[in-house]
C-alpha cells in the first residue's frame, strides 16, 4: 500500500472516530440536558456570560450619554444599609434602577397622573430578577388584567436588590412614602435572604443577624490579606470563565458537539469554584480580631441554639411584614406579601438533571437555611394570613412541573420560571384586590 493510500486510510478512519464521537457527545448532552442540543443555545449562553462580566468590570465611555467614567457599585445608606450608585444620570440619585426605572421621572418617587398606577415591588435579587428576567414587560402586562386596570399605564418601580432582607424592605418602604412617593400597590416578594444569609455570613462572626448582609465588612476597612486573596481569586475565575467562553465563541471549533460538551462541563466547575470561595468570603472570620467596634457588630444577638436563632430570624421577619402592611394601609396603599419558592424546600419540585447539575448543591450553606428556616417562615405566614395580612407561600408552586426553571444554587429561575412566579402573584391578588376609584 503506497503511502499516500495508507494516509489516506488513517485520515478517513481518524474522520469516522471523529464523526463517532461527535455522534455520541450529541446523544450524551441531549440526555443529561434533558432537551435535544441547541448550539444556538449554547453559543447564546457564552454571550451571556461575557457581556455580564463585561458590564462588571465595565468603566463606562465618558463621551457617552448619561455616563461618566466609573462603573456601578454599592455604597452606604443611612436608612437601607446599602443600595447602587449607577453612574448613570438616567437614574435617579436614589439607588434603584433598571431599564424600565431609567424611563421614569425621579423614580421611585416618581409623580403620576391619574391614568396611572404605581407598583413596586421589594425584596431581594429574587424579586428584582422577577421583574428584571421575566419577559419583558410581562408584569405590567399581566397586572392590566386585574380589574379597573386595564385602560391605566402601569408604572413598576423595583425596589429591590441582591441581599436586601428585611427589615430593609420596611425601611425602604418607610423611607420613599416619606419622600413622596405615591404607591398604589406594594408587592413584597422574600423569605430566603432572611433565613439563608444571616447564619452564614452575620451570625458566625457577631454580627447582629437582623443587619444589612456582611456589615463588618461594608463600615470596616479591611487588611487581612487572606480575604483580599479570595477577592482576588473570585475575580480571577469570573475573568477565565468569561476569556473562555469568548474563545470558544471565536473558534472554528463552536460547532463541535464534543469541544460544547467539554466547554460545559469545563463551565460548571469554574461556576463551582467561583460559588465556593464567594461563600467563603461572606463568611470569612479573621483570626487576629480579638475586640470589633459597635459599629460593625451592632448590638449583640445571643441566641440559645441554632434552633432558637431561625426562630427569632422568622419571627422578626413576620413582624416587619406587620408593618410593611400597616404602613402601606395607612395610606391607602394595597399590600401583598409573598414567600418566594426555592429548589431547596423538600418536595416543591422534581428538579431536572439539568437543575441538579447546576442548581442543586446538597452541601451549599444556603441550603441548611432553607431546610431549618422555611418551615418556620411558612408557619408565621400562616398566622400574618389569619392576623389579616394578605400573604401567599408559593413554595408549592411548581410542585409536578418537571421543566428546567432554576438556574443557579442559590435561588433564581430562569425567564419561563419568573414568568410563572408572575402569573401566580396576579392570581393570587386577584380575589382580594380592590380596583382604583
Known amino acids: 500500500m503506497s ?83 449607577y453612574h448613570d444620570t438616567r ?14 421621572e425621579n423614580a421611585p418617587v416618581t409623580p403620576k397622573s391619574d391614568d396611572d398606577y404605581m407598583v413596586g415591588v421589594f425584596g431581594g435579587s429574587f424579586a428584582h430578577q422577577t421583574t428584571l428576567v421575566s419577559s419583558d414587560g410581562f408584569l405590567a402586562e399581566q397586572l392590566k388584567t386585574l380589574p379597573g386596570l386595564s385602560d391605566k399605564r402601569i408604572l413598576v418601580q423595583s425596589i429591590a436588590l441582591g441581599g436586601f432582607k428585611q427589615p430593609q424592605q420596611l425601611m425602604a418602604l418607610n423611607w420613599f412614602l416619606s419622600l413622596g412617593a405615591q404607591f ?23 454580627t447582629n443577624p437582623f443587619f444589612p448582609r456582611i456589615w463588618h465588612n461594608r463600615v470596616g476597612v479591611t487588611r487581612d ?4 486573596a479570595l477577592y482576588g481569586e473570585i475575580e480571577q475565575q469570573k475573568t477565565l470563565r468569561a476569556r473562555r467562553a469568548e474563545r470558544l465563541n471565536d473558534s472554528i471549533w463552536r460547532y463541535s458537539v464534543l469541544r460544547n460538551l467539554v466547554w460545559k462541563a469545563r463551565d460548571a466547575r469554574i461556576v463551582a469554584r467561583i460559588s465556593e470561595r464567594e461563600i467563603r468570603a461572606q463568611s470569612y472570620q479573621a483570626t487576629n480580631i480579638h475586640v470589633r467596634p459597635l459599629v460593625m457588630t451592632g448590638p449583640s444577638h445571643e441566641a440559645s441554639s441554632r434552633a432558637a436563632l431561625f426562630e427569632d430570624l422568622a419571627a422578626f421577619w413576620a413582624r416587619a411584614s406587620r408593618q410593611m402592611n400597616d404602613v402601606a394601609s395607612g395610606r391607602g396603599v394595597q399590600y401583598f406579601h409573598f414567600l418566594q419558592p426555592n429548589q431547596y424546600v423538600a418536595g416543591s419540585k422534581t428538579l431536572t438533571r439539568e437543575e441538579l447539575r447546576e442548581a442543586y448543591i446538597e452541601e451549599h450553606p444556603y441550603r441548611a437555611g432553607v431546610v431549618e428556616g422555611y418551615p418556620l417562615l411558612i408557619e408565621a405566614g400562616r398566622q400574618l394570613e389569619r392576623d389579616g395580612v394578605p400573604f401567599f407561600d408559593l413554595t408549592g408552586m411548581f410542585e409536578g412541573n418537571t421543566e428546567t426553571l432554576y438556574r443557579d444554587a442559590c435561588c433564581h429561575l430562569n425567564q419561563k420560571g419568573y414568568d410563572l412566579v408572575i402569573r401566580e402573584i396576579v392570581e393570587s391578588i386577584r380575589p382580594r384586590f380592590r380596583p382604583p376609584r
Open 3 to 85: 503511502r499516500l493510500r495508507k494516509f489516506t486510510f488513517y485520515l478517513i478512519g481518524f474522520a469516522c472516530l471523529y464523526l463517532l464521537a461527535e455522534g455520541v457527545a450529541f446523544v450524551g448532552h441531549s440526555i443529561a440536558a434533558g432537551a435535544m442540543y441547541s448550539l444556538a443555545d449554547l453559543t447564546a449562553a457564552r454571550e451571556r456570560i461575557v457581556a455580564e462580566r463585561a458590564e462588571e468590570t465595565r468603566l463606562p465611555d465618558t463621551s457617552a450619554a448619561g455616563f461618566d467614567s466609573r462603573r456601578k457599585e454599592e455604597i452606604l445608606h443611612p436608612y437601607m444599609g446599602y443600595v447602587i450608585d
Open 225 to 228: 490579606v487572606n480575604l483580599l
Open 184 to 206: 398604589d400597590l406594594v408587592i413584597n416578594l422574600d423569605g430566603f435572604n432572611e433565613v439563608a444569609l444571616p447564619p452564614v455570613e452575620n451570625a458566625p462572626i457577631g
Open 91 to 104: 437614574c435617579s440619585g436614589h439607588g434603584f434602577c433598571d431599564d424600565m426605572m431609567r424611563g421614569y
